[in-house]
């Protein structure tokens, strides 16, 4: 009996511990799943208000390349050219920028010129944010509120400014998030400082105070950068259910909350464990087991959370087609390296290699986006693969990479860079069946040395990319003090361009054809002219390359064919030849387009000679040959422009049969002391006649040169030696009153 009692206490003892273990254990799981969910929530807080933050910076920063520039410093401060800032600010920020409303201010927070969408606001508008504003003020013009990390103070006629190392005016800034009408805004303030002549920042600047509303796109980008489907801004705060961080506007005062669902394991853990807690309350042994895997679950829920934030960081700081990093996580590289170089903790230069794929589009356009995609994972893969491994390898979209690179030995360090760039992409790439040749053009630029600022080198490195890409492409350029003035001239002059086609502002020249033998004009090769109201004649050489780099080719050359449609349509009986660019071609409306143009201007297409060029025909060559049967087949007739200069090859020839080959204008130029080049005019003009071609030759300017092409054999030419190109009313009088015996006296 005692045996049973001692056995009764100890049974009764044992359950009581398994109760009291079971009930340490349950509370003790509760206290945990709290605990995981407690920690998801706080990161998915902390990630937020870090987005939020980068999202505010980023806002200002996009802005300040407008605003750091010279010709704001005079247009907005010291001139106050209302026409200028209508432009330049109001206009531009909000069809670049989205911006939806603008304001100039002078430093005291008083109201120089204000813009809503773009649109001139009045003096009501502001008071809206006057308040807001002067806050932001007075930040941006405390100690520490700059673009860069100021090295000196400079001293102006009514204050001191920060300026960097090299005496460069540093951008002051401020930015918070507001309530505007109700709905959430991010409100900024930036100075305007000067680019290049530093002396124009006498007195304290004006300052540009923009706003744009947190709207639906702005969530919607937070959503998927962040990973949370549900978030959504409210000015009340949110159900308990909800995670939310607060919103704090100027001065510390919450306008509103950003809420979501948040990511809780909890309920997760409970459901799996729950039914090894009920085994171990009735089994010790099943205690044991359960408690362990317990423990075990636990351990991989914890290592699936992590995992989670892992991956949510990496697609943050990633490219997702690639696996490269992203735009994001290459600036934040650069800007540490550049720090450890201006801080002395590393040595040598950061070398910074911005990358383009050449004619990157024309395969999206032609072999379809899945190819394009492709080429762009192995361009990613091969670079990695080929580039020393201490390189940093970064994709920013499109077809743009973006390399870096620790090294010393300045120029020499850049050339070796863009070398081993320029062979990396030398082997063809195989895609889908296609062997694709492509190339690459790449612009480089390196710090501290050229810039300490990370934006900085990245835009010199994009200007050099664009002159690498102007001199002919599949080529590097290193980043000189000249480009900047060139890369203004350029944009300059593609937003005129953009105006001249707008407005009808260019015009058409006609350069007569003759025939040899009789003199008499077969017709005429119409050329595109730019007469800019102030800088006089622009030749096409200069703005054309402008045209091909701003997508303004298609709109050019729609422009060209239906204005030489319309004013050619009831000219005497004469062809009219019109160059065609390769971007035409290859667009996939094109015949949809030339036949609207057709109907609309009612001209014959059996008149006109439609000009392509050697190069179209190797680029997609079955795309060409069916868009130039379709075009015959509408009547045009084609003519081969330029032959003998490019890729000639007797397999196209074959299968298109052309009106007319062009020979070029090199040719006939060395035709009288070089045997070599009058062998070959030859040889064209009877591959030419083989083919049933006519052959027109270019570039005709002394008696000699005509008579050796007519000794050839050409029927056609054309050239100063006859006529040079003519206003259009000059060709259409010529076409009615000039007889053939008055063409002969003139070239006899």
């Known amino acids: 009996m005692a045996d049973g009692l001692r056995t009764g206490w100890v049974a009764l003892g044992t359950f009581l511990a398994l109760v009291a273990l079971s009930g340490a254990l349950v509370a003790a799981f509760n206290h945990s799943t709290r605990v995981a969910d407690d920690l998801a929530r706080e990161d998915e807080r902390v990630l937020a208000r870090r987005y939020v933050d980068r999202a505010m910076r980023a806002f200002v920063a996009t802005q300040k390349v407008q605003l750091t520039w010279d010709d704001a410093m005079n247009g907005a401060v010291l001139r106050d050219d209302v026409a200028w800032s209508n432009y330049y600010l109001g206009q531009f920020f909000w069809n670049n920028f989205g911006t939806d409303e603008l304001f100039l201010v002078r430093p005291d927070g008083s109201m120089v010129h204000g813009w809503r969408e773009g649109r001139t606001a009045d003096a009501a508008a502001f008071a809206q944010v006057r308040r807001d504003v002067g806050a932001l003020l007075a930040a941006a013009q405390k100690d520490g509120a700059t673009f860069g990390q100021p090295a000196a103070m400079r001293s102006l006629a009514d204050t001191v400014w920060p300026v960097d190392a090299h005496g460069r005016p540093l951008t002051r800034w401020a930015a918070r998030p507001v309530l505007h009408n109700g709905r959430p805004a991010f409100l900024a303030v930036a100075s305007i400082v000067p680019d290049r002549d ?15 509303y947190i709207d639906t796109g702005t969530l919607i980008q937070m959503r998927q950068d962040l990973l949370l489907p549900q978030l959504h801004f409210g000015t009340e705060r949110p159900a308990v259910h909800f995670n939310v961080i607060s919103l704090s506007g100027i001065g510390g005062g919450k306008i509103g909350w950003l809420g979501w669902v948040a990511k809780t394991p909890g309920p997760k853990i409970v459901r799996r464990t729950a039914p090894l807690l009920a085994t171990y309350i009735l089994f010790f042994l099943g205690v044991m087991v359960g408690g362990a895997i317990i423990v075990r679950r636990m351990r991989r829920t914890a290592q699936e959370l992590s995992a989670s934030e892992a991956q949510a960081q990496h697609n943050a700081l990633h490219d997702a087609m690639s696996g490269l990093p992203n735009r994001v996580h290459y600036m934040q590289k650069l800007r540490s390296e550049l720090a450890d170089c201006i801080t002395g903790r590393a040595k040598g230069d950061v070398f910074v290699a911005y990358i383009d794929i050449d004619s990157f589009k024309v ?13 762009v994972r192995q361009v990613a893969l091969r670079l990695r693969r080929m580039l020393p491994t201490g390189d940093f390898l970064s994709r920013f979209g499109g077809d743009e990479f973006v390399l870096m690179r620790r090294a010393e030995g300045g120029g020499a360090a850049a050339d070796t860079f863009g070398r081993q760039l320029m062979q990396v992409m030398r082997e063809p790439f195989v895609i889908s069946g296609n062997s694709l040749e492509v190339t690459c053009s790449c612009g480089i630029s390196w710090g501290p040395e050229q810039s300490e600022d990370p934006g900085e080198l990245l835009r010199r490195a994009d200007i050099a990319l664009y002159r690498a890409k102007q001199r002919g492409r599949s080529r590097y350029r290193r980043f000189t003090r000249d480009m900047d003035a060139s890369v203004k001239l350029r944009r300059e002059m593609e937003m005129e361009l953009r105006r001249a086609i707008t407005r009808d502002e260019l015009s058409v020249a006609f350069q007569p054809i003759v025939g040899i033998d009789s003199a008499e004009i077969d017709g005429f090769e119409a050329l595109l002219r730019w007469n800019h109201p102030e800088r006089g004649e622009i030749r096409p050489g200069l703005f054309v390359p402008i045209a091909e780099q701003a997508g303004l080719m298609i709109p050019l050359g729609n422009w060209m064919l239906r204005h030489v449609f319309a004013e050619c349509r009831d000219w005497p009986a004469c062809d009219v030849s019109v160059n065609l660019s390769p971007l035409q071609i290859m667009a996939g409306d094109f015949l949809k387009t030339i036949a609207g143009i057709v109907t609309e201007t009612g001209v014959d297409p059996r008149r006109i000679v439609l000009e392509v060029t050697e190069g179209i025909m190797l680029d997609r060559s079955d795309h060409v040959v069916t868009v130039l049967r379709e075009l015959n ?3 045009f007739r084609i003519a081969l422009d330029d032959f003998g200069i490019g890729y000639s090859s007797l397999s196209y020839l074959r299968s298109f049969q052309f009106d007319r080959i062009k020979i070029d ?63 259009v009313a000059d060709a259409r009088a010529l076409l009615y009153r000039r007889t053939p015996s008055e063409a002969l006296r003139m070239v006899g």
């Open 198 to 212: 530093y002396a124009l920042l006498r007195a304290q600047p004006n300052y540009v105070a923009s706003l744009r």
């Open 363 to 375: 395969v999206n356009d032609t072999l379809g986006h899945h190819v394009g995609d492709e080429l």
């Open 633 to 635: 087949r509408m009547g």
């Open 665 to 727: 204008r090199s040719f006939v130029q060395n035709i009288e002391g070089d045997m070599d080049a009058h062998s070959i005019l030859c040889a064209i003009v009877s591959l030419g006649h083989t083919l049933r071609m006519k052959v027109v030759a270019e570039g005709v300017e002394t008696d000699v040169q005509r008579r050796l092409v007519q000794a050839a054999g050409c029927e056609l030419v054309q050239g100063h030696l006859f006529w040079q190109a003519l206003p």
